[in-house]
Nanobody, 113 residues
Framework: QVQLVESGGGLVQPGGSLRLSCAAS????????VGWYRQAPGKQRELVAR??????TYADSVKGRFTISRDNAKNTVDLQMNSLKSEDTAVYYC????????WGQGTQVTVSS
């Protein structure tokens, strides 16, 4: 049973930056898919960014602003978020797939002045 724990959320002003980190309880080396999703109030959970077999994909709304990275030695998946906008406000969830889906508990990101 893989456990994912997110950290790094918080309150930031528009235009600011945050770095989210997801720590896995087991090696992520063999995980085919790792990524980040988000869910804003009243909306469905949506893909933000993911790494599949080394390739990276991003939602159109975050391209050029967010960067996803993984560190197999540290078993972490990070999301660097720059030029944040109010519409980025959501709960962000770490996701991994290895025979089944695994989800973290979520971390709140609020972009507001």
């Amino acid at each position: 049973q893989v456990q994912l724990v997110e950290s790094g959320g918080g309150l930031v002003q528009p235009g600011g930056s945050l770095r989210l980190s997801c720590a896995a309880s087991e090696s992520i080396f063999s995980m085919n898919v790792v990524g980040w999703y988000r869910q804003a109030p009243g909306k469905q959970r949506e893909l933000v960014a993911r790494i599949i077999s080394g390739g990276r994909t991003y939602a159109d709304s975050v391209k050029g602003r967010f960067t996803i990275s993984r560190d197999n030695a540290k078993n972490t998946v990070d999301l660097q978020m720059n030029s944040l906008k109010s519409e980025d406000t959501a709960v962000y969830y770490c996701h991994a797939f290895y025979n089944r889906d695994y989800w973290g508990q979520g971390t709140q990101v609020t972009v507001s002045s």
